[in-house]
């Protein structure tokens, strides 16, 4: 804050105290006001003090109509910020603490310990100031005026500018003095305050001068201020203040026993550390910078608006610089700068990054400490487990088109509403016992069981990738059972929960399955056995995002399957080398575009057994062909590589895709 | 749709000083939810509530001349006499993790019900029940004491179930004040009852314990078992506001050796 700034609202209280137009009660509540960090920090329109809350008992549950006061832990005088505490009730089996919703001074307290009181009854009084939200009905009635009318406009803005000041004398003081310098007489604090300004203002001698001036007569009319709170000592003379302060006065190379306590029993909080930081900031600034002017930038008549901003130094300014003008003086000899210069200007920049971070209030800076619980600590276990083992990787896209419109097709046969009532006999019954499974419809039957199925039907065609290595290591046990386990991401963390005997299961049955344990998952109640057993694992990642990943397995599993995003993607279709083939695809509807021909064999450009044609031939057709779009989903494995070669991983992935790309195939495998 | 986490922490006869301690640090210090079972106190103690005033609520001169420990606890609610045949069962918790029960005296007893009910079933017995902020059972007789402190949105409900008890400990305390309506001038023991007659089977006790825990689980909480070591760095967190004070009731007793008037209890 600029002193210097309120050097004409300082020469008004002189005037005003010589006058005396404020009474003295309202002096002291203004200077006692100034006193908590919280409304320093914001930023003021000065209106002074005028609103004395009574603050109520409030409700503390139904059909409790009063409690006993067990405890005060406020008493008058003592300044309370928002969810501070005030006291202990208790009502039959209950100790409630009782929290302040307002900031401000305690002035008075209703109630003496062990006293019955009753809801909605008054509790104590506190000051709060003027531009505070108070609910109407915690106004009290007959409000003690805090400024008469005629002094309005000048006399709070001069006051508090005042307050603000005398207020940052005892912290400076505090500072420089010692913890005892205010040892409860306001003349001493008042003394030390000249001194302390006329040590500080450097540069503005005459300034410095109509300060003392100033601020010399105020002493005779507080007769009745209550002393500032001694910076506190408990029995072993250290200043009481919670673990996080001390942390953070440690942190920034504060002493404790030289801050002022604002807290409740004179604690130190950590606005208070805040202040003095800013303080030694501004000192150590205004020692370092050069002169500037000192432009008295008065905003209006008669009225000193404080900001934020004028008590947070600006990073290359002055110490309490006030305002724009201030700042760019400083910066005029700015260019070309020593080294030195520019270091105590980083410097100065650190420090009024940390006092910021203070001032807002809001966090530490420090890391946050969130507890792995559940699943998450669950995780870090396994796949540190999972990281022991050899992994490679390989990567692979599916066309889905085909798929997506045989799963349109089952839709259209179990979900209500679209079943055809034509339908009957057994078909119907199936079809409705499997919608049924579904959760009574309603329930949209999406890929992944399709997907699922066909990995069954794919593993049962090659059996060592649902298999674990034997703990001898000289042992493949094959599982007779696709236990497929799904990823599922829950708030608490990444879970697997399997699908038992998916071999045995139908893919309505398999999509209820999945549905239920999607539903126990987000519910965090998946039974242990649902997590346990599994052969291997899918992990459909592309519903939240990515095309290709690196999934670990999860011992003992040695296979595991990551799904990315599908994506419409432009692909040349396959070309057949005979001509009729060829024209045939072409020929072929949008969905069976780009995508292998019954006769081709595995990937590329495998052949077609004629013999007809060559390579030339081919990609000439090729060249002439345009690309289609296909829905394109990319596929990553991962696989332990003591158990799984390279070779048998791509069979497998060739045979799973082709179900996936021709799913015509899996009714070759219906049980 | 997250679970919240409730820690478990089984004990047995720990002294209720220390648990009342512990308690207080875990409520204070921390923001971790607790469901703390002690299955029996390790020495007897009177226990009064926050504010409760022992000339009025125990007959000091002979409690002092039985030698029994007396504690006053952080919470509120009346005064007990516990020990090893008292099953004391606590709940810490963070008001967010319960989102539909408001932090207020009446709402969280309610849920409490939901707790145990389940837990006397499934030891055996099935109509317990809430009553005007007491646990009863069949015949409308008190089985527990309750009590709870709440300090913004995060609170403490303990109880003490009286598996047994001796009934000259017992008769050290004072008829209450206010007494519940349901009590309907009964002599106290006809108002409480022995746990162990309630649940008369053998292995019924430690049914009770586990009920508890299956009813936490049950009511959608993830559990995780804890010790002693992981819930006693809350006590090392220093400036917790104590209201657990050991009493010295002597300082209750008058100079001549004799007590305030007595009432039968």
């Known amino acids: 804050m600029n002193l210097l700034k309120c050097r004409s609202g300082l020469r008004a209280l002189s005037q005003l105290c010589h006058s005396s137009a404020l009474s003295a009660s309202a002096k002291s509540k203004l200077l006692l006001a100034g006193v908590p960090e919280v409304q320093l920090q914001e930023s003021f329109a000065l209106r002074g003090f005028a609103q004395l809350v009574s603050f109520p008992l409030a409700q503390t549950g139904e059909g409790i109509s009063e409690c006993e006061l067990v405890a005060w832990a406020v008493k008058p005088g003592d300044v309370v910020g928002p969810f501070d505490k005030l006291c202990d009730v208790q009502s039959d089996k209950a100790a409630i603490e009782i929290t302040s919703r307002y900031g401000g001074v305690v002035t008075a307290l209703h109630h003496h310990v062990g006293a019955m009181v009753k809801v909605g009854a008054p509790l104590v009084d506190i000051e709060v100031a003027d531009d505070v939200q108070v609910a109407p009905e915690h106004l009290k009635a007959a409000a003690e005026a805090v400024a008469t009318p005629p002094v309005a406009a000048v006399a709070p803005a001069a006051a508090l500018a005042?307050?603000?000041?005398?207020?940052?004398?005892?912290?400076?003081?505090?500072?420089?003095?010692?913890?005892?310098?205010?040892?409860?007489?306001?003349?001493?604090?008042?003394?030390?305050?000249?001194?302390?300004?006329?040590?500080?203002?450097?540069?503005?001698?005459?300034?410095?001068?109509?300060?003392?001036?100033?601020?010399?007569?105020?002493?005779?009319?507080?007769?009745?201020?209550?002393?500032?709170?001694?910076?506190?000592?408990?029995?072993?003379?250290?200043?009481q203040a919670s673990p996080a302060v001390r942390a953070f006065a440690k942190q920034n190379g504060v002493v404790l026993a030289a801050v002022l306590g604002t807290g409740p029993g004179g604690r130190i909080t950590r606005?208070?550390?805040?202040?003095?930081?800013?303080?030694?900031?501004?000192?150590?600034?205004?020692?370092?910078?050069?002169?500037?002017?000192?432009?008295?930038?008065?905003?209006?008549?008669?009225?000193?608006?404080?900001?934020?901003?004028?008590?947070?130094?600006?990073?290359?300014?002055g110490g309490g610089g006030g305002g724009a003008l201030q700042q760019q003086q400083q910066q005029r000899p700015g260019r070309g700068r020593s080294a030195e210069d520019v270091l105590s200007a980083y410097k100065r920049l650190s420090a009024a990054e940390a006092v910021r971070g203070g001032g807002g209030g809001?966090?530490?800076?420090?890391?946050?400490?969130v507890p792995l619980r559940g699943y998450r600590r669950a995780m870090v276990g396994a796949m540190t487990a999972a990281a022991a083992l050899p992994t490679f990787h390989l990567h692979d896209e599916v066309a889905m088109d085909r798929l997506l419109a045989a799963r349109e097709v089952m839709r259209g046969a179990l979900e209500p509403g679209r079943q055809r009532t034509a339908m009957g006999g057994p078909a119907a019954a199936g079809a409705a016992a499997a919608s049924a499974a579904l959760g009574g419809g309603g329930l949209r039957l999406t890929v992944l069981p399709l997907i699922i199925k066909a990995l069954s039907a794919a593993l049962s065609l090659h059996p060592h990738l649902n298999a674990s290595l034997a703990a001898s290591g000289t042992d493949l046990l094959l599982h007779p059972h696709h236990n497929i386990g799904v990823a599922m991401a829950t708030p608490t963390g990444l879970v697997v929960p399997n699908i038992k005997q998916v071999e045995r299961k139908s893919v309505a049955a398999v999509a209820a399955e999945l549905a239920l344990l999607q539903q126990l998952a987000a519910a965090?109640?998946?039974?242990?056995?649902?997590?346990?057993?599994?052969?291997?694992?899918?992990?459909?990642?592309?519903?939240?995002?990515?095309?290709?990943?690196?999934?670990?397995?999860?011992?003992?599993?040695?296979?595991?399957?990551?799904?990315?995003?599908?994506?419409?993607?432009?692909?040349y279709p396959h070309m057949n080398h005979s001509p009729t083939a060829a024209a045939a695809a072409a020929a072929a509807g949008p969905a069976h575009r780009g995508l292998p021909s019954a006769n081709s064999s595995f990937g590329g450009f495998g052949g077609t057994g004629s013999g007809r044609g060559g390579w030339n031939e081919s990609s000439a057709a090729a060249a002439s062909a345009a690309p289609v779009p296909v829905s394109v989903m990319p596929v990553s494995w991962g696989a332990d590589h003591r158990v799984v070669d390279g070779a048998a991983l791509a069979a497998f992935n060739n045979c799973w895709r082709e179900f996936l790309e021709q799913p015509e195939r899996l009714l070759l495998h219906l049980a | 749709m997250s679970r919240p986490v409730l820690n478990i922490l089984r004990l047995c006869r720990l002294p209720i000083y220390t648990q009342l301690h512990l308690e207080e640090a875990l409520l204070r210090a921390t923001k971790d939810n607790w469901l703390i079972i002690n299955d029996g106190a390790f020495n007897p103690a009177i226990v009064v509530g926050i504010s409760g005033r022992p000339p009025e609520l125990v007959q000091c001169d002979e409690a002092v001349r039985y030698g029994i420990q007396a504690i006053r606890r952080f919470t509120g609610g009346g005064t007990v006499v516990i020990d090893h045949d008292t099953l004391f069962s606590t709940l810490i918790m963070q008001g967010s993790s319960l989102p539909q029960v408001d932090c207020f005296p009446q709402p969280i007893m309610a849920w409490t019900e939901q707790l145990y009910r389940p837990a006397f079933a499934?030891?055996?017995?099935?109509?317990?029940?809430?009553?005007?902020?007491?646990?009863?059972?069949?015949?409308?007789?008190?089985?527990?004491?309750?009590?709870?402190?709440?300090?913004?949105?995060?609170?403490?409900?303990?109880?003490?179930?009286?598996?047994?008890?001796?009934p000259e400990r017992m008769g050290l305390l004072r008829q209450p004040a206010k007494a519940p309506q349901y009590r309907q001038g009964r002599d106290h023991l006809d108002f409480v009852t022995r746990l162990r007659d309630v649940l008369p089977t053998r292995g019924a006790r430690q049914r009770l314990v586990e009920g508890i825990v299956s009813s936490a689980a049950a009511l959608g909480f993830d559990l995780q078992e804890r010790t002693l070591a992981d819930a006693a760095p809350a006590l090392r967190h220093p400036q917790l506001l104590l209201g657990t004070k050991l009493l010295d009731l002597r300082t209750f007793v008058a100079p001549d050796g004799d007590g305030p008037q007595r009432r039968t209890t």
């Open chain 1, 271 to 317: 606005g208070d550390v805040v202040q003095y930081l800013e303080q030694r900031q501004r000192r150590e600034a205004a020692e370092a910078a050069a002169e500037g002017e000192e432009d008295e930038d008065e905003e209006g008549e008669g009225q000193v608006v404080l900001q934020a901003r004028h008590f947070l130094g600006p990073a290359g300014g």
């Open chain 1, 524 to 571: 965090g109640r998946l039974p242990a056995e649902a997590l346990r057993g599994g052969s291997i694992t899918i992990s459909n990642i592309g519903t939240i995002g990515g095309t290709y990943a690196t999934p670990l397995v999860s011992p003992p599993e040695v296979a595991i399957v990551a799904l990315g995003r599908m994506q419409l993607m432009p692909r």
């Open chain 1, 162 to 239: 005042a307050a603000a000041a005398l207020d940052l004398s005892p912290k400076a003081c505090g500072g420089a003095f010692g913890a005892n310098s205010s040892s409860g007489t306001p003349p001493s604090t008042a003394t030390v305050t000249a001194t302390k300004i006329a040590v500080q203002v450097t540069s503005a001698p005459a300034a410095a001068a109509a300060m003392a001036a100033a601020l010399a007569p105020t002493p005779p009319v507080r007769p009745d201020t209550p002393p500032p709170p001694p910076p506190p000592t408990e029995e072993g003379g250290r200043p």
């Open chain 1, 362 to 369: 809001g966090g530490e800076g420090e890391s946050r400490v």
């Open chain 2, 122 to 166: 499934a030891a055996g017995c099935p109509d317990f029940a809430l009553r005007e902020n007491d646990y009863i059972v069949a015949g409308g007789r008190k089985v527990g004491g309750n009590a709870q402190a709440i300090t913004g949105r995060r609170w403490v409900h303990h109880t003490s179930f009286l598996w047994d008890f001796d």
